[in-house]
């Protein structure tokens, strides 16, 4: 039996005892169908011993037991092989060599809206985590969720922070208000909140407002969940943050001011000037949230406003673009621009 993204498998909830998902089942339930197994994965672990475990388990029953934690090296070494590009490379395989360079914006006005916000967020945070000292683990790691939330969307763009936030507010204003809310059993199911999606996700090919109805509902769960509303300090650095969000939230930031010029640099020097004629190379963004990518298209549009073909400059793509849509912008993209 080869399994390839074996990972999945694995049960994902972090409770005391691993909760085995239907495709947890059904591979193990095949699994006792063969001697020989091999289990293929980049990420075998999800962070939770008891999951792991079980997974080992269905790779070798006899070794492994579930809820018993694998907890030194020399347990794991004997079904255990990592291979990484490295180890290719040192053999001679021609892979090119992926490397990581930072770009540092220094010099920003403390009073830009991303670093006020990062401030305000900062001090929200500090206070919930105060009045929460005393709570269960679970409020605790529903109250995690949602902080995480705000900030990887503050991190994204302040567009996206923007509508997160007034989900955020309107499930505290409705919990104010007596209305009786939803909470989540367990708050490691949030997976949107978790870890976002990945290739093997389902909703990977899913439409992007449907994910993102789906990222909002778990962050109005994982509000609730916390059992806690929001006191008069809490509310002011909210009422600030949507002040300062809602006037940002369409206006280029620095990044954006950054891009004009790297793309001035790389791709079209004449950029700024009527007719500007562009190089054939090509330039990828990457963003996790729609909302994101949406700002991001509406900032690229308006810097090369004016530039020649305008218009056929830029192509967004999203996991759940028809295949007819998803082969034409491959063609494209591997097409010369002319």
């Given at each position: 039996l080869i399994l390839d993204e074996?990972?999945?498998?694995?049960?994902?909830?972090?409770?005391?005892?691993?909760?085995?998902?239907?495709?947890?089942?059904?591979?193990?339930?095949?699994?006792?169908?063969?001697?020989?197994?091999?289990?293929?994965s980049a990420t075998p672990?999800?962070?939770?011993?008891?999951?792991?475990?079980?997974?080992?388990?269905?790779?070798?029953?006899?070794?492994?037991c579930r809820g018993v934690p694998v907890r030194n090296k020399a347990d794991i070494e004997p079904v255990l092989v990592r291979r990484l590009k490295e180890d290719l490379r040192r053999i001679g395989e021609e892979l090119p060599k992926r490397e990581v360079v930072p770009v540092v914006l220094e010099g920003l006005d403390p009073s830009t809206p991303?670093?006020?916000?990062?401030?305000?967020?900062?001090?929200?945070?500090?206070?919930?985590?105060?009045?929460?000292?005393?709570?269960?683990?679970?409020?605790?790691?529903?109250?995690?969720?949602?902080?995480?939330?705000?900030?990887?969307?503050?991190?994204?763009s302040i567009e996206g922070f923007h509508r997160t936030l007034g989900v955020h507010c309107d499930t505290l204003q409705r919990r104010d208000a007596g209305e009786r809310l939803r909470t989540a059993r367990d708050p490691e199911q949030l997976k949107l909140l978790q870890q976002g999606i990945d290739g093997d996700?389902?909703?990977?090919?899913?439409?992007?407002?449907?994910?993102?109805?789906?990222?909002e509902q778990e962050h109005r769960l994982a509000v609730a969940?916390?059992?806690?509303?929001?006191?008069?300090?809490?509310?002011?650095?909210?009422?600030?943050?949507?002040?300062?969000?809602?006037?940002?939230?369409?206006a280029p930031d620095a990044r954006i001011h950054y891009l004009r010029r790297?793309?001035?640099q790389h791709l079209c020097p004449d950029l700024g000037q009527e007719g500007a004629k562009?190089?054939?190379?090509?330039?990828?963004?990457?963003?996790?949230?729609?909302?994101?990518?949406?700002?991001?298209?509406?900032?690229?549009?308006?810097?090369?406003?004016?530039?020649?073909?305008?218009?056929?400059?830029?192509?967004?793509?999203?996991?759940?673009?028809g295949d007819e849509k998803r082969e034409a912008l491959k063609r494209s993209f591997n097409s010369p621009p002319e």
């Open positions: 074996a990972h999945n498998a694995a049960p994902a909830s972090g409770s005391k005892i691993a909760v085995d998902s239907k495709l947890t089942r059904a591979i193990r339930g095949l699994a006792g169908c063969f001697e020989h197994k091999l289990f293929l672990h999800n962070g939770h011993s008891n999951s792991f475990s079980a997974l080992l388990e269905i790779l070798d029953p006899t070794r492994f991303e670093l006020e916000l990062a401030r305000l967020l900062k001090a929200y945070r500090s206070q919930r985590d105060q009045r929460l000292k005393g709570a269960s683990s679970k409020q605790r790691a529903a109250e995690l969720l949602v902080v995480t939330n705000l900030q990887k969307r503050l991190l994204s996700d389902e909703r990977a090919d899913a439409d992007e407002d449907s994910v993102e109805r789906e990222a969940t916390t059992e806690l509303g929001a006191g008069p300090e809490e509310w002011a650095l909210l009422k600030d943050m949507q002040r300062i969000s809602e006037r940002a939230r369409y790297w793309i001035q562009w190089n054939g190379e090509r330039l990828l963004i990457f963003t996790e949230y729609a909302d994101t990518k949406r700002w991001l298209q509406e900032q690229i549009e308006s810097l090369i406003a004016g530039s020649d073909r305008e218009r056929e400059r830029i192509a967004t793509f999203h996991g759940g673009i």
